[in-house]
């Protein structure tokens, strides 16, 4: 192979010529080992049709790297190349991990606070309305997608795919053994082009939405599917693995420990060990992401004021994909307000968690942006991305709750803290005055109104510090004394949150 | 005694003169057994001070009934007399039973759904505030009212009320064996008042809020103190007992089985076992309501969407005496918008629990009606009003849940029905179609769209059943069939809610 240069997280790319007789992807395995000083990485490679296999390497470090293939089959056994990776470029600040227990960074140290939308099948769509999607999230804060592999068969999406993810058997049917890789081909093409915009691509490996028996395919099939997605995708930077959405809608035909096992399949074919988490359906059926293969906590749950609770139960960051969507359909999940929405965002995020977007307003062509793509029509998207831009002004090691939720105020308002400065959240709350949470070390600190919705940021009034804590019997606090250095007066309208900054000096 | 004529569920009263040397409170036992046919009824009595011994007795069945008094005090011993007990007169209903398990009547058979308010020390306050309560009451549509035997001393709450409870002993101070006639006296002049305008007086015996020593009592001075009450106030029907509010507040000097024989003191000294509950303030701290001298579940959370599962829990009426309330105070759960009370309670409501509302705008001089009541503020009371008017337009047996909360839609909008009679509550929820809940059999029902904070009542159009499940892999309901005999079109708001009643002939 000829040497090249790619950037760091940028994706190397090699092609070898082999069988392309019988059953390439069910017969023939083939990796390569990629070795910088005493360091091996092995990256799976993967039958791309027509006799070609490829091999595709995302480097995390700069400087040279070798590579040798490893096949039983002669033409791709011991194949060599090198590689030569300078800097990464200006947008690329490398894949998203866990940073701080509960929050995420990228890899180049820079902050990421996941804001992201969902728009399942819009990869399925005609090409006009892809590009359309690309455009309108372009104009959005969103810096994650969720989006599935396959197509989606469900209310308001019965349109035929663009492509059958699978070619067609002797039988005429897919055969699940032969993946197409036009299909394939056309996906991480706009993975790549979300990647080129600075979205993550949260990719949706099952899901229950099917007529094309995607959903029934077999344990090694689906085993198999995952290490090709793996071997495939991986090298795309800003890859998140969604095992499923609506797992639990899935147990009739993939039981629980099958779930685990794909888990395992892509820490052993993801060398980056891209981000992994899982979707339930039902509120009760959240999956144990204690689990170590699980990098993060996803959930869909509207009962944002259980934020803590989620943290506390797995130990790991929370995102909240569905807290519902805004929109006017039938289905439940998919008709609140813009401002509930908004609303249960800031809960989210002044509970230290992430919550997700998605617009579900009834369209008489069904073109619906949670499934579809397309245009947005709603009103939370702009309040979402005021969100993003106040709290990316302040984010550091990630906003954390101010207090536990068995402590007043904090069951009822929600506030958080990444170092010195805070967030409180009001919400439905309507206070004239206020002082719990804010800074009890003197008055060094700038405190600004932010209407939530209004998109507004007004400097407070400082007041003495009221004594908020309730005196009676039995209390500890009886005799109650002041729980900040100072307090701020308020409005005393509903959706306001307060943020407490250290002056500038 | 000569004889007397009182009504149905009316107050017979009687009194006796004995010793007023020593502390007739402490020493002097004394009760009556009042009989009718074979049927006996002990009555406890209790000293009202100078030498005066009274007998309170409330007739639940027409006709003659004659007592005869009990004691080793010789004049206060076979005591007899005898009462012609006529028909109940217009407004009195008797008092208020559970029935259907999760609701409530009144003795003579109509329907009573709580509509409670809340002023804790209304009856400390001066006399001509007092009278201002009550003539707001009118204005209002509340039929229950929580209030505190003791005063309050708390935040807002620091005036010294009307009369102390006890005499002063020798050293000046309060003297908890000694009962102050005047100041229960007022109190249960207050109760009657209350009644006359159809009120029920939800009786808060302790509470925490407490800087004369009421919360500090001994065991045997409070068992005494809830056994004076049982005798002087259960002869008056609209007396409802709530053990305390906030009664973990004040586990440090009550413990818990403590609580217990309070219960059993009432179940002993109340002939006619009016209504006995007792209300948390820590979320995690509501009482075993399912002990049986527990009639019906009060609680404190905010969280109304889980109505069901304290109906679940307790298997008796719930009642969330605090949902928080309308106001703009520091305190958290005073400061909600008048519009999220409205929406907690039709929430509520709609999930088969009832509903409490209290009132907390800050004011100049502390007055505040949840605690002292004067003049209502705000703009809650009068939508609740309105919800009680529309629910008693239909309500029979009671409005009881039209599905679980684990079945879709039910855990994310609210749906009851009594009978033929069905309401559905969205709430945050805006879907511009509609049928979930609505009949299976055929069209002959009216809809009409309520607007629960505009307080309008508009005929829905109908529509064609849509699907409204997901048709999706391995649902049950795949190839989904419309879950109603017919659709309702919606104009996409929030806070509205759909009654539906069978056509009228």
Redesign the interface.
């Given at each position: 192979m000829s040497d090249v240069t790619v950037e760091k997280w940028g994706m190397f790319e090699a092609s070898f010529q082999g069988p392309s007789t019988g059953n390439p992807f069910l017969e023939i395995a083939f990796d390569a080992i990629f070795k910088q000083k005493s360091r091996e990485v092995r990256v799976p490679g993967f039958y791309d049709g027509d006799g070609i296999y490829k091999i595709r390497f995302m480097p995390d470090e700069e400087g040279e790297w070798r590579f040798i293939t490893r096949s039983e089959q002669a033409e791709l056994d011991g194949q060599t190349g090198q590689l030569t990776v300078g800097p990464a470029t200006k947008n690329n600040h490398g894949p998203v991990k866990v940073r701080n227990q509960f929050h995420f960074g990228y890899a180049d140290g820079s902050p990421y606070l996941p804001f992201g939308t969902t728009c399942y099948a819009w990869t399925h769509q005609p090409l006009a309305m892809q590009a359309q999607t690309l455009e309108t999230l372009k104009q959005t804060r969103f810096n994650k997608i969720r989006m599935g592999v396959f197509p989606k068969?469900?209310?308001y999406n019965t349109n035929e795919p663009l492509y059958a993810c699978f070619l067609s058997g002797p039988d005429g049917k897919e055969d699940f053994d032969q993946p197409n890789p036009l299909a394939f081909r056309h996906f991480e093409t706009q993975v790549a082009a979300l990647c080129e915009i600075g979205i993550e691509a949260d990719i949706i490996i099952f899901h229950?939405?099917?007529r094309w028996g995607y959903?029934?395919m077999s344990a090694e099939q689906d085993y198999r599917y995952v290490a090709y997605l793996a071997a495939r995708l991986s090298a795309y930077r800003n890859v998140w693995w969604s095992l499923a959405n609506e797992y639990d809608?899935?147990?009739?035909?993939k039981p629980l420990a099958q779930w685990d096992r794909y888990f395992h399949i892509l820490e052993e074919n993801d060398p980056y060990q891209h981000l992994r988490s899982i979707h339930n359906g039902?509120?009760?059926m959240n999956f144990d992401h204690r689990k170590p293969w699980v990098t993060h906590t996803c959930i869909q749950n509207?009962?944002v004021?259980r934020t803590q609770e989620w943290r506390d139960d797995y130990g790991k960051p929370v995102i909240n994909d569905e807290p519902?969507y805004e929109g006017?359909?039938?289905?439940?999940?998919g008709?609140?307000?813009a401002?509930?929405l908004v609303h249960r965002y800031w809960i989210t995020l002044t509970r230290g968690g992430y919550a997700g977007h998605g617009e579900t307003y009834?369209h008489p062509e069904d073109l619906i942006w949670w499934a579809k793509g397309g245009k947005l029509r709603g009103e939370a998207w702009k309040r979402i991305g005021f969100l993003r831009d106040l709290l990316e002004e302040d984010a550091n090691s990630g906003f954390e709750p101010l207090g536990s939720v068995?402590d007043?105020?904090w069951?009822?308002?929600s506030g958080a803290r990444d170092g010195d400065v805070r967030l409180i959240y009001f919400g439905?709350?309507?206070?004239?005055?206020?002082?719990?949470g804010l800074p009890m070390d003197g008055d060094h600190y700038e405190v600004d109104i932010i209407d939530t919705w209004n998109m507004t940021v007004t400097p407070a009034k400082k007041v003495e510090a009221?004594?908020?804590h309730?005196?009676?019997?039995?209390?500890i606090v009886r005799g109650g004394k002041p729980d900040a250095a100072f307090g701020i007066e308020l409005p005393?309208?509903?959706y306001l949150a307060v943020r407490v900054r250290p002056m500038k000096r």
């Open positions: 068969d469900y209310p229950p939405y099917d959903a029934d809608f899935l147990l009739n035909t039902d509120v009760r509207w009962d004021k519902e006017n359909i039938i289905q439940c999940w008709n609140i307000t401002q509930e009834s068995h007043w105020p069951s009822r308002v439905e709350h309507q206070p004239i005055v206020w002082s719990s009221p004594v908020t309730p005196t009676r019997h039995g209390d005393g309208k509903p």
